[in-house]
């Protein structure tokens, strides 16, 4: 299985600050590189696809670059309804495998 | 409105089964994959399987973690998925949702829409 590893696990920002979540594979994933965000008690909801494709209707301040094993989510300028938890998920190869969350909190 | 609705959650013992459904409103599990994610309380998301009939060939896939104990099914008449699930485990305790694992022209794939989730507690 190929391994995702996000960091930080949990983070805590000023609302407008630039925020930057991190992502590792285990091996080369070219971009098939997901992003979902998730709020409590709620299904996750995709952001980001192919590493940088931002999902219609996802404000622009979510961007995703990335390739191979190294990925990065940022909010240019967090809100107050960013509050949430972030997951990166590979589709390279089956079994699809996540990385362990970011949860972002307001300083 | 197009939409997933997990249900049959609940609490059954260690060693014990159970068998969630997932219904689909405004679409056709004919068209799409569909696939089980769970969530272990205040846990990430873990890929269960998937079932597809594109093209009108049945594919089903699992994780290595669940084979063998869990089984992806379909009723057509229903517009209904099901995941057996056997031989249940503490660690099997989760809010399992149903996903649609949705393409752009076959050159993009994310999950697209999910239901909000039916827990399972596997307790004694």
């Not at chain 2, 013992?13 to 689909?24: D, N, Y």
């Not at chain 2, 399987?49 to 379909?74: H, L």
Request: proline share 4%; with cysteine.
């Amino acid at each position: 299985d190929i391994q995702m590893t996000q960091s930080p696990s949990s983070l805590s920002a000023s609302i407008g600050d630039r925020v930057t979540i991190t992502c590792q594979a285990s091996q080369d994933i070219s971009n098939y590189l997901n992003w979902y965000q998730q709020k409590p008690g709620k299904a996750p909801k995709v952001l980001i696809y192919d590493a940088s494709n931002l999902k219609t209707g996802v404000p622009s301040r979510f961007s995703g670059s990335g390739s191979g094993t190294h990925f990065t989510l940022t909010i240019a300028s967090l809100q107050p309804e960013d509050i949430a938890t972030y997951y990166c998920q590979q589709r390279d190869t089956l079994p699809l495998t996540f990385g362990g969350g970011t949860r972002v909190e307001i300083q | 409105e197009v939409q997933l609705v997990e249900s049959g959650g609940g609490l059954v013992q260690p060693g014990g089964s159970l068998r969630l459904s997932c219904a689909a409103s405004g679409l056709s599990f004919s068209d799409h994959y569909i696939d089980w994610v769970r969530q272990a309380p205040g846990k990430g998301l873990e890929w269960l399987g998937r079932y597809g009939n594109i093209a009108k060939t049945d594919t089903t896939e699992y994780a290595p973690s669940v084979k063998g104990r869990f089984t992806i099914s379909r009723d057509e008449s229903t517009n209904s998925m099901y995941l057996q699930m056997n031989s249940l485990k503490s660690e099997d305790t989760a809010v399992y949702y149903c996903a649609r694992w949705f393409t752009v022209a076959g050159a993009y794939w994310y999950f697209d829409l999910w239901g909000r989730g039916t827990l399972v507690t596997v307790s004694s």
